[in-house]
């Protein structure tokens, strides 16, 4: 059985959604928007630049096609990568295993690294509370 939802009832349901969102939006939200917006783009140009870099060093020294190195160390969905690879022609394999081991580092190296923010955190707390 196809559940069927006429097109006047999307419709509606998406004016009352966007509704629901617009109202709970307000002038301070934006405030300091530009500088996030910056940030945001710098550091993805940064990320961008230092993928494409490391890439072509790993291509140079490895002899891998400079297409699969891009596509392995890229931070994206194993499946887009898999897709472009083959699409591409290069080592779809390769790029796979890459961004699982990717994934994996990502997963392993989180914990340790917000149990180390943490600690910086109280540690900035209560050196605060004793200046004070």
């Not at 394999?93 to 149990?115: D, E, K």
Request: cysteine-free.
């Amino acid at each position: 059985m196809i559940p069927y939802w006429p097109a006047q009832v999307n419709i509606a349901s998406q004016l009352f959604l966007g509704a629901t969102i617009g109202s709970k939006m307000n002038k301070q939200m934006f405030v300091r928007l530009k500088n996030t917006l910056i940030v945001a783009v710098v550091s993805s140009a940064g990320l961008i630049a230092a993928t494409v870099l490391s890439s072509i060093a790993t291509a140079e020294m490895t002899g891998i096609f400079i297409i699969t190195a891009i596509l392995a160390f890229s931070p994206s969905g194993i499946a887009e990568m898999a897709t472009t690879a083959v699409t591409l022609h290069g080592d779809s394999i390769f790029v796979v295993a890459v961004q699982v081991v990717r994934i994996i580092l990502v997963i392993a190296m989180l914990p340790p690294f917000f149990r180390f923010l943490n600690h910086l955190l109280v540690k900035r707390q209560t050196d605060d509370k004793a200046a004070k």
